[in-house]
């Protein structure tokens, strides 16, 4: 058997994308430290796939933990999730960002090095790009990250083409992914933000199950439609699979060595804040409380990627459209109101 590990694979896109693997046949060892994620989320995915991952707890920074992994466990690819993800934390905590972000994608990379592991898919964002101002963003879009998140992203991207580009037999990839969203159609697993959701649609998922009061729309006077911003969301289970398409092109004999392709992930089509929450009310089948209020600082209009480059060389194309995110999301946290806990 083929095993991938997975840093971080028990958090919300990783304990979805440890599921796929295990329903691709790979098998898979997931390393986690639980800062933002559930043991149950891996109890869950062994329940409802076929086997179960092996389960590693420990912090991506640490080299001793990471050296003693790949010594027990024969890996054959990496699929590297681990890291802290909220923008606004960065931007008051940037040294805690640079340090579990880059210097553990560093540590995960020098253990990968010592023990002869050469395959590797990076998780990345869209943040990287910035605020462009040509819409949809392909991947040859300049890289222009405005918070320290997304900084550190870039970095590592980086890094993680420099080895590869100098590594005997290694082939990486860079996924830059847009506004992941929903959950697995079981309702067992799905996203459980630490503290105050950043993201709409754990927002409105909590303002669902009384959670929260209401939702704010930061402004309705866009130049869009109905007045609202406009993003690119993506399901996760679509982004699971994308991840899975990565790993197999990696060990396919079509990848070639000492390159790292970069390939947005999303569905290139946006839809905007007013459209989202309609969408909700029609899956919950009730009203969701909600209210204008001013922009934020940072919005940016539209935000979509071009999704063709993952079509050409993944065979990957999003399949599930607003309204199966918005049940299968809600499906989650119905069954799920306050999360993992």
Not at 6 to 11: D, K, L, N, R, V
Not at 247 to 276: C, H, M, W
Not at 310 to 323: C, D, F, I, T, Y
Request: with cysteine.
């Amino acid at each position: 058997m083929t095993t991938i590990l997975t840093t971080g694979g028990a958090g919300y896109i990783g304990s979805h994308i440890t599921l796929e693997l295990l329903n691709s046949g790979y098998d898979v060892v997931v390393f986690d430290n639980f800062h933002n994620s559930s043991r149950k989320s891996i109890e869950r995915v062994s329940r409802i796939t076929n086997g179960a991952p092996k389960l590693v707890e420990g912090d991506i920074r640490d080299q001793a933990a990471l050296d003693a992994l790949f010594a027990s466990h024969k890996i054959d690819a990496v699929i590297h999730l681990a890291g802290l993800k909220a923008v606004g934390e960065s931007v008051a905590r940037p040294a805690f960002y640079y340090d579990v972000n880059v210097a553990g994608s560093t540590a995960l990379f020098n253990a990968m090095l010592k023990h002869g592991v050469r395959h590797a898919v990076f998780s990345s964002s869209a943040t990287v790009y910035g605020e462009p101002e040509i819409m949809p963003i392909e991947e040859t879009t300049a890289t222009a990250p405005v918070n320290p998140y997304g900084k550190t992203k870039l970095m590592v991207e980086q890094i993680l083409t420099d080895i590869t580009g100098i590594g005997e037999g290694w082939r990486s990839m860079v996924l830059r992914y847009f506004n992941p969203v929903g959950a697995h159609i079981s309702g067992q697993i799905g996203e459980d933000p630490l503290g105050f959701p950043d993201n709409l649609f754990p927002f409105i998922a909590q303002v669902a199950t009384g959670r929260r009061e209401k939702l704010n729309i930061f402004g309705d006077d866009y130049p869009t439609p109905d007045g609202t911003a406009i993003r690119d969301y993506i399901h996760v289970m679509d982004l699971a699979r994308g991840h899975v398409k990565a790993i197999d092109y990696l060990l396919s004999e079509r990848a070639e060595n000492n390159q790292t392709p970069i390939v947005n992930l999303g569905t290139g089509n946006g839809f905007s804040v007013k459209e989202v929450h309609a969408a909700w009310q029609k899956a919950c089948g009730f009203n969701i409380p909600a209210e204008i209020t001013a922009r934020r600082d940072g919005d940016v209009t539209i935000y979509c990627a071009d999704a063709s480059k993952a079509e050409a060389l993944l065979g990957w194309k999003a399949s599930q459209g607003l309204a199966e995110m918005c049940e299968d999301h809600w499906r989650w946290q119905k069954a799920n109101p306050q999360g993992y806990s």
